[in-house]
């Protein structure tokens, strides 16, 4: 059970070399991992990668006829620690998660990873859920790989080039004995393309050939005094090959431009986005041909050193593309340029947000400004700056409903303001139970028990329930993370006249609910409420059956209720409601 079947797609993963291959993102890199003779696949779905896991599922049937075992992971800690397989045998693994939360989660078993090293390819693909578009805390995966020395691609966002960095993430792994992370945006998830595909390739060395014959490396396990030497491997051995394979293989590319005495350095994932903010400006055409030379870094981490000294010699100035913050490549750059003399001026943060999405506009306007102070020849009037046209005549028709004093001529009209004068018409919309669903009538319950009980501490989690915090029900005072509601409320663990309440979901509650929060509680002998909201599914992330899902999964075992899991662990006191809609009853 999932949102949606992949059954009629997952089928183009069966074509061979010299066909085309049309689809969007998440089909072709499952594609490019077959073709790559991965041997093994796991994962924890979240957006924007749950369609991967969907499709894994969906194409099961194909990657058991290459040899290749996939398994729906219990959590991301427990996808993360499945690339064990790829420590002390030659075979290539692959997991994949939602990104940061997930690879939070996964964190102990990444770090252990990347300490030790690999033998086989490893590849970490993370959705990279950041931007407007999101649902989770704003950060960057970039800060995990800088801590670990994990190898950060950032592709741009077409089939080619993702399919490509899935081949090249394996062989960089397998040639610095690290392993590597694909990041992989909303966009780039979703794009659609074709490429020309190759053949699918069975394991070179399978799960059961390792079991027959183990194998076992002292140095590669993390303990004393292995771990000490662990870290000069990294900095003496591991980063300089992996320099060596990215520069020889050219993983970051450049395009030439012929106004060469300014440049553009960007993250690959954002090189769609710079070619439209470009056209808008009149600086590229409409096959992407760019007049500014351009340094696509398909690779973020490590910074290939002698590759951006050699693009910015000879150049004023050159302006940086980073989504997010802190700015970690900015700092990296301006290292790397003073470190060699190179006086040229590096712009970043200085034109464009610290902080938020990269959207066209949002770079567009960037590339005036840097443009602007380096380069005015540079700006043109072109057609589509038109496309602004309709917004700023909205905000004309929405401030006569909210007067305000005249702007002055030459303040700029920004899609904020917009936004700004549109919200004085249109109310506020908050995310919302899907009308019907059974959870509505718990947290109905919920607000009539406090009537006569009183305000209490609530601790949410992550999932539908977690729309109780929002009006209508206003409940809820934390989230900290998914499957941590009973966690949360662990302090509040003291006498007093209320008790506290907890509540997570069943997709929480296998994923770590039952030992975090569940097992915890038994062992500190907690005296709160934890509510349980069972859907028979994770709904947080996308549909998919789980331990306690009452469909019958011919891959899976379900019916495991979680009732029985509570009493397991110790719990005394369970009581089950089957039918949430009878609110007496609930409350």
Same mark, same amino acid.
């Given at each position: 059970?999932?949102?949606?079947?992949?059954?009629?797609?997952?089928?183009?993963?069966?074509?061979?070399?010299?066909?085309?291959?049309?689809?969007?993102?998440?089909?072709?890199?499952?594609?490019?991992?077959?073709?790559?003779?991965?041997?093994?696949?796991?994962?924890?779905?979240?957006?924007?990668?749950?369609?991967?896991?969907?499709?894994?599922?969906?194409?099961?049937?194909?990657?058991?006829?290459?040899?290749?075992?996939?398994?729906?992971?219990?959590?991301?800690?427990?996808?993360?620690?499945?690339?064990?397989?790829?420590? #002390?045998?030659?075979?290539?693994?692959? @997991?994949?998660?939602?990104?940061?939360?997930?690879?939070?989660?996964?964190?102990?078993?990444?770090?252990?990873?990347?300490?030790?090293?690999? /033998?086989?390819?490893?590849?970490?693909?993370?959705?990279?859920?950041?931007?407007?578009?999101?649902?989770?805390?704003?950060?960057?995966?970039?800060?995990?790989?800088?801590?670990?020395?994990? &190898?950060?691609?950032? %592709?741009?966002?077409?089939?080619?080039? #993702?399919?490509?960095?899935?081949?090249?993430?394996?062989?960089?792994?397998?040639?610095?004995?690290?392993?590597?992370?694909?990041?992989?945006?909303?966009?780039?998830?979703?794009?659609?393309?074709?490429?020309?595909?190759?053949? *699918?390739?069975?394991?070179?060395?399978?799960?059961?050939?390792?079991?027959?014959?183990?194998?076992?490396?002292?140095?590669?396990?993390?303990?004393?005094?292995?771990?000490?030497?662990?870290?000069?491997?990294?900095?003496?051995?591991? &980063?300089?090959?992996?320099?060596?394979?990215?520069?020889?293989?050219?993983?970051?590319?450049?395009?030439?431009?012929?106004?060469?005495?300014?440049?553009?350095?960007?993250?690959?994932?954002?090189?769609?986005?710079?070619?439209?903010?470009?056209?808008?400006?009149?600086?590229?055409?409409?096959?992407?041909?760019?007049?500014?030379?351009?340094?696509?870094?398909?690779?973020?981490?490590?910074?290939?050193?002698?590759?951006?000294?050699?693009?910015?010699?000879?150049?004023?100035?050159?302006?940086?593309?980073?989504?997010?913050?802190?700015?970690?490549?900015?700092?990296?750059?301006?290292?790397?340029?003073?470190?060699?003399?190179? *006086?040229?001026?590096?712009?970043?943060?200085?034109?464009?947000?610290?902080?938020?999405?990269?959207?066209?506009?949002?770079?567009?306007?960037?590339?005036?400004?840097?443009?602007?102070?380096?380069?005015?020849?540079?700006?043109?009037?072109?057609?589509?700056?038109?496309?602004?046209?309709?917004?700023?005549?909205?905000?004309?028709?929405?401030?006569?409903?909210? %007067?305000?004093?005249?702007?002055?001529?030459?303040?700029?009209? /920004?899609?904020?303001?917009?936004?700004?004068?549109?919200?004085?018409?249109?109310?506020?919309?908050?995310?919302?139970?899907?009308?019907?669903?059974?959870?509505?009538?718990?947290?109905?319950?919920?607000?009539?028990?406090?009537?006569?009980?009183?305000?209490?501490?609530?601790?949410?989690?992550?999932?539908?329930?977690?729309?109780?915090?929002?009006?209508?029900?206003?409940?809820?005072?934390?989230?900290?993370?998914?499957?941590?509601?009973?966690?949360?409320?662990?302090?509040?663990?003291?006498?007093?006249?209320?008790?506290?309440?907890?509540?997570?979901?069943?997709?929480?509650? &296998?994923?770590?609910?039952?030992?975090?929060?569940?097992?915890?509680?038994?062992?500190?002998?907690?005296?709160?409420?934890?509510?349980?909201?069972?859907?028979?599914?994770?709904?947080?992330?996308?549909?998919?059956?789980?331990?306690?899902?009452?469909?019958?999964?011919?891959?899976?075992?379900?019916? *495991?209720?979680?009732?029985?899991?509570?009493?397991?662990?110790?719990?005394?006191?369970?009581? /089950?409601?089957?039918?949430?809609?009878?609110?007496?009853? @609930?409350?």
């Amino acid at each position: 059970m999932a949102e949606r079947s992949f059954k009629k797609e997952v089928q183009q993963l069966r074509i061979g070399a010299g066909e085309e291959f049309r689809g969007e993102g998440i089909l072709a890199v499952t594609k490019a991992l077959l073709q790559s003779g991965v041997g093994y696949v796991a994962g924890y779905q979240g957006s924007p990668i749950s369609h991967l896991m969907d499709v894994l599922a969906d194409a099961n049937d194909i990657l058991q006829e290459l040899g290749v075992h996939f398994e729906a992971s219990a959590s991301e800690a427990t996808a993360a620690a499945t690339l064990a397989a790829s420590v #002390m045998y030659p075979i290539r693994g692959a @997991v994949t998660w939602k990104s940061t939360v997930g690879t939070n989660v996964a964190s102990d078993a990444l770090a252990n990873l990347a300490s030790g090293g690999v /033998t086989g390819g490893a590849l970490v693909i993370v959705g990279e859920d950041y931007g407007e578009g999101s649902s989770i805390m704003q950060e960057r995966s970039h800060a995990f790989a800088m801590k670990s020395q994990i &190898w950060l691609l950032d %592709p741009r966002p077409n089939l080619e080039s #993702m399919v490509k960095a899935v081949e090249d993430g394996f062989e960089l792994s397998e040639a610095s004995k690290t392993p590597v992370m694909l990041q992989l945006r909303i966009r780039g998830c979703h794009v659609h393309g074709r490429f020309v595909a190759k053949e *699918n390739k069975r394991p070179a060395f399978t799960l059961a050939q390792a079991l027959e014959s183990p194998a076992r490396d002292t140095s590669r396990i993390v303990l004393p005094p292995a771990s000490f030497l662990h870290e000069q491997e990294k900095i003496k051995d591991r &980063w300089p090959a992996a320099i060596r394979y990215i520069k020889e293989h050219k993983l970051n590319e450049h395009f030439d431009g012929d106004q060469d005495d300014i440049g553009l350095i960007l993250q690959g994932g954002l090189y769609n986005g710079v070619i439209r903010a470009l056209q808008l400006l009149g600086l590229a055409d409409n096959f992407g041909n760019s007049r500014i030379p351009l340094y696509v870094m398909n690779v973020t981490y490590p910074v290939i050193e002698d590759e951006v000294i050699d693009f910015c010699r000879g150049k004023r100035a050159v302006l940086l593309l980073e989504e997010g913050q802190p700015d970690y490549i900015e700092q990296n750059l301006h290292a790397v340029l003073r470190r060699a003399g190179i *006086n040229t001026h590096l712009s970043g943060k200085d034109v464009l947000p610290m902080a938020g999405e990269y959207t066209t506009q949002v770079m567009r306007d960037g590339l005036r400004e840097f443009l602007k102070r380096q380069r005015p020849e540079s700006l043109q009037t072109h057609p589509a700056a038109a496309a602004d046209a309709p917004a700023e005549r909205q905000l004309q028709i929405t401030e006569v409903a909210r %007067p305000k004093p005249a702007r002055p001529a030459e303040q700029p009209i /920004t899609f904020h303001k917009h936004v700004e004068g549109l919200a004085a018409v249109v109310p506020p919309w908050p995310a919302g139970f899907c009308t019907g669903c059974p959870e509505r009538p718990i947290f109905s319950a919920l607000t009539l028990a406090q009537e006569t009980l009183g305000q209490h501490h609530i601790s949410c989690d992550i999932g539908c329930h977690l729309f109780s915090i929002l009006p209508p029900f206003n409940l809820g005072a934390t989230t900290m993370g998914y499957g941590l509601g009973a966690s949360s409320a662990a302090a509040f663990n003291v006498p007093a006249a209320k008790r506290p309440i907890s509540i997570m979901g069943d997709g929480g509650f &296998w994923h770590n609910g039952l030992s975090s929060g569940i097992g915890n509680a038994v062992f500190n002998k907690y005296d709160g409420v934890i509510v349980i909201v069972d859907n028979f599914y994770a709904s947080a992330t996308g549909g998919q059956d789980i331990l306690s899902s009452r469909a019958e999964n011919p891959d899976r075992s379900t019916n *495991n209720p979680i009732d029985q899991a509570v009493r397991g662990v110790g719990v005394k006191w369970v009581r /089950t409601l089957d039918r949430t809609y009878d609110v007496a009853k @609930v409350r």
